[in-house]
């Protein structure tokens, strides 16, 4: 298995510091994040051979397994290594094996566990027959993308055991079960639930073959991740469900663009536990194509989220691929937040923001119902002055590098062009003045915005 290499075409590239690159820019982005999953489970592999015994003869049975899977069925190790726990997992294992700290060798296993998961997982998917054993972290075993399994009476320290046979049906056990922990069938289809399996929970279908799931992360990596690994209950996942489809449809209708980059591959979505503040949304530098949110509200609400992550996911997949800036201690004043932010995070915010003021300049054109259209150019008029603003601190910090300012150039050409649109006077003056209460909180929180910040 070799990582591909990947040349942008400068016109793309262009497209995606615009703020948008369409359905082909998330296809690109993808194609590079999943060679770098598998560069990073090459590079997992060769830590450990160096690292020795028990954790190099695991890796290289996990790797072995990967590629075969890949002789198999190329597809099926895509799936699982572009799936978003597969990010956190291989990255986690790699800081951990190449750092300077004494290492603790059963945690160690623990994590390689994580490993030969994904191994497991692409091993079910290519209908390979194997025999793949694991040690257990607790009762729910996961197969990353495909599900988790429950064991009720696991015991620590015991081992979980994955058999596919030639017929490629695959039955998950644990060694040592109790007689109340037969093995579980391990589906053939991913969003399916039975018995002790636990599948994700299939949203909408964006596009033939493109789903829009629910789920926990098989390793949940967000704060405030809903942790019910046994399911969501029923009206949970009609609210989700309905809601999902109606933010689709609106995306469909009214943004196609957006709709189109949506589209352009699965996606996932975490729920997050809710804080009684409004909408709570975040994403990962390591689970491209995820999203975190709690419970939606509305269709547009959820639609807006969605648009500002996948932002995100956009800006995150190009830092993997190109320098766009040199780090530095200043932290700067962001006026989505309430603390200081660092350059990185700064840029970040202005790109997602930039998405955001785009999706709100839609809506005031698109709403029918008049009050709502009235919040959607208050909304507009916020966020194309905010990240206008963000941007043009961040092409004036000195730390951008050539094509980090040709970024940051396009992100203005666009938002210049947002900030000469028409907007009602009453809806500027109210965003106006939000922004005025905004900057006066964060300076009496922190000090002197105008002004970098030491860290």
Not at 98 to 105: A, L, S
Not at 253 to 281: I, N
Not at 428 to 440: D, I, L, Q
Request: proline share 8%.
């Amino acid at each position: 298995m070799t990582p591909s290499p990947h040349r942008m075409p400068g016109a793309l590239f262009d497209a995606v510091a615009a703020g948008a690159g369409g359905a082909e820019a998330l296809r690109f982005l993808a194609r590079a994040e999943h060679s770098r999953r598998l560069a990073c489970a090459y590079a997992v592999t060769a830590a450990a051979r160096e690292t020795g015994g028990q954790v190099a003869e695991e890796a290289a049975r996990a790797w072995e397994l990967l590629a075969a899977a890949t002789r198999a069925d190329p597809g099926a190790t895509a799936a699982v290594l572009t799936h978003p726990a597969a990010g956190p997992t291989l990255f986690g294992l790699l800081t951990r094996l190449t750092g300077r700290q004494e290492q603790d060798r059963q945690a160690l296993r623990a994590l390689l566990g994580r490993y030969t998961a994904l191994a497991a997982a692409a091993t079910v998917r290519a209908g390979l027959a194997a025999r793949v054993e694991w040690p257990v972290e607790g009762a729910w075993v996961a197969l990353p993308s495909l599900g988790r399994a429950h064991f009720p009476a696991a015991r620590r320290g015991g081992q979980a055991v994955l058999r596919v046979d030639t017929s490629g049906r695959a039955l998950l056990s644990l060694t040592g079960r109790s007689p109340g922990d037969p093995p579980v069938p391990v589906p053939a289809s991913p969003y399916r639930s039975e018995g002790r399996w636990h599948g994700a929970y299939l949203l909408e279908t964006l596009a033939p073959g493109t789903p829009l799931l629910l789920d926990v992360l098989d390793q949940p990596g967000f704060p405030n991740a809903v942790l019910r690994p046994d399911g969501l209950d029923a009206d949970e996942i009609h609210h989700w469900v309905t809601a999902a489809r109606e933010a689709c449809e609106l995306l469909r209708a009214d943004h196609p663009d957006l709709y189109e980059e949506l589209a352009a591959g699965p996606r996932q979505l975490v729920p997050l536990t809710g804080t009684g503040q409004g909408t709570v949304s975040g994403s990962s530098a390591e689970t491209f194509g995820c999203v975190a949110m709690s419970r939606p509200t509305t269709a547009t609400g959820f639609a807006a989220t969605m648009t500002h992550e996948m932002q995100h996911n956009k800006f995150s997949a190009l830092l993997h691929l190109f320098d766009l800036l040199e780090p530095g201690p200043e932290r700067f004043y962001a006026p989505w937040r309430p603390d200081p932010r660092p350059l990185l995070g700064l840029f970040h915010g202005a790109y997602a923001h930039l998405g955001v003021a785009c999706f709100w300049a839609r809506r005031g054109e698109t709403e029918p119902d008049p009050g709502l259209r009235t919040e959607a150019h208050v909304q507009f008029a916020r966020w194309r002055s905010a990240a206008r603003e963000a941007t043009l601190v961040t092409l004036g910090s000195g730390r951008l590098t050539p094509l980090g300012r040709r970024v940051a150039d396009r992100m203005l050409h666009t938002l210049d062009g947002l900030c000469r649109l028409p907007v009602p006077a009453a809806a500027r003056h109210r965003a106006e003045a939000t922004a005025r209460a905004h900057h006066a909180a964060w300076r009496e929180r922190n000090g002197n915005p105008e002004r970098t910040l030491s860290a």
